[in-house]
């Protein structure tokens, strides 16, 4: 089978994967009543069926299992046993609820196991600051923190409709470029599959309403693993990214661009509640779609507003790349804006909504203007989703 045709079939049949067993799953979720109920702290307004992440996860099994790289690599069972891991650990704590212990238990083993087994880690900065391999000793913790607070980042902005279902199709697109070109093909399948299933929950979830169903924990968890292994498949000193560290690629830099919304607004909302002496694992209103949100931006303009922030940073960093900037460079404009699309724009917000003035009726302004929910347009194409 040709690249070309491995892409196009494994993308193709983890779309209509997802969207065969989506009303299936949705019908089951309305008949045992296992919706996300409304509260103070969400922003939804009835209750919303959550187990999306088990149809994102059928989805990625159907369009990997065409794969003859999937077959031909043991360890990529390993990954698919993790994402099975995540999946039911997620949908427990939807239905019954787990503490954050136990889930920072499970996810800790997981990534352990998953590191141990595949013998992979973040242990290559690719001559980041002169640095190549990083020892054992350092490369293990390194890889659990920064692995923990990927899928505790993803599963922290799944707050409005469409954005962590978003972030991560846009990421896995990357991630899959980026394996095709290091020719590393059975990662790229699963980050094909990945983008190819969340497709038809992202326009259920987004645009449908009697269809609309939450990713719920199970999803997050599951994408957030996901995310972690690609990141570990671009670091790893075994990976087959070391032409592209010869020809000027800063993969550290290219791995904190594609997650950067999330994992830069993760740590402005914790690093707040520690200095206001909360627990950083509180619940709150305080992320960055909250900020949207209170500005009068809807679902779709918040997720459209913050995938765009996110496509800004990307841009700006491959620029930076194809400029000839450094690793280090490259990864300095990634942190600059990172910082600047979170903890500057959130600021900045904050202070136009006490002080009024031009700059929060330009921004409520955009936010009205992004207002599509009840156009014409958007509920046709809801009525061709809901029927789906």
């Excluded at 009303?23 to 309305?30: F, G, S, W, Y």
């Excluded at 880690?121 to 002169?130: D, V, Y």
């Excluded at 093909?185 to 645009?207: C, D, E, Q, R």
Aim: some cysteine; proline content about 3%; charged content about 10%.
């Amino acid at each position: 089978m040709s690249t070309t045709i491995q892409i196009i079939t494994t993308a193709l049949l983890a779309f209509l994967g997802t969207l065969w067993i989506h009303p299936k799953v949705l019908k089951i979720a309305i008949t045992k009543n296992l919706v996300d109920n409304p509260d103070a702290r969400k922003l939804q307004r009835r209750p919303i069926p959550n187990m999306g992440g088990i149809a994102v996860f059928f989805g990625i099994l159907v369009g990997i299992c065409c794969s003859s790289s999937i077959f031909e690599n043991s360890n990529a069972f390993m990954l698919i046993a993790a994402m099975l891991v995540m999946l039911y650990t997620g949908t427990i704590d939807d239905i019954l609820g787990l503490s954050p212990t136990i889930r920072f238990a499970i996810e800790i083993f997981v990534i352990c196991w998953v590191m141990f087994v595949n013998n992979a880690s973040l242990n290559c900065f690719w001559g980041l600051w002169g640095v190549w391999d990083i020892p054992a000793w350092i490369a293990y913790p390194l890889t659990v923190f920064a692995c923990v607070g990927i899928i505790n980042a993803i599963n922290l902005i799944d707050g409005v409709n469409g954005l962590s279902s978003g972030v991560c199709f846009m990421a896995s697109v990357l991630f899959a470029i980026m394996f095709y070109y290091s020719e590393d093909y059975t990662m790229m399948t699963f980050a094909i599959a990945a983008a190819g299933a969340i497709i038809p929950f992202f326009l259920h979830n987004v645009i449908g309403n009697s269809t609309k169903m939450f990713i719920g924990d199970g999803g997050t968890l599951v994408m957030g693993i996901m995310m972690s292994m690609f990141v570990i498949s671009i670091i790893d000193r075994g990976s087959y990214n070391q032409v592209l560290a010869i020809k000027g690629v800063g993969l550290v830099a290219f791995t904190v661009a594609v997650l950067a919304i999330p994992i830069f607004d993760t740590i402005r909302v914790m690093s707040t509640r520690i200095l206001h002496h909360k627990s950083p694992f509180s619940p709150d209103k305080t992320h960055l779609h909250h900020m949207f949100i209170e500005l009068g931006f809807s679902h779709f303009g918040t997720t459209l507003s913050i995938l765009t922030l996110s496509s800004i940073i990307i841009a700006s960093w491959f620029t930076a790349y194809k400029l000839g900037a450094s690793a280090e460079v490259q990864l300095y404009i990634v942190i600059l804006l990172g910082v600047a699309s979170t903890f500057g724009f959130y600021n900045y917000a904050a202070m136009m909504l006490k002080r009024g003035g031009k700059g929060l009726e330009f921004l409520q302004h955009i936010g009205k203007r992004l207002q599509v929910e009840k156009k014409g347009i958007w509920i046709t194409l809801q009525n061709i989703i809901d029927k789906l």
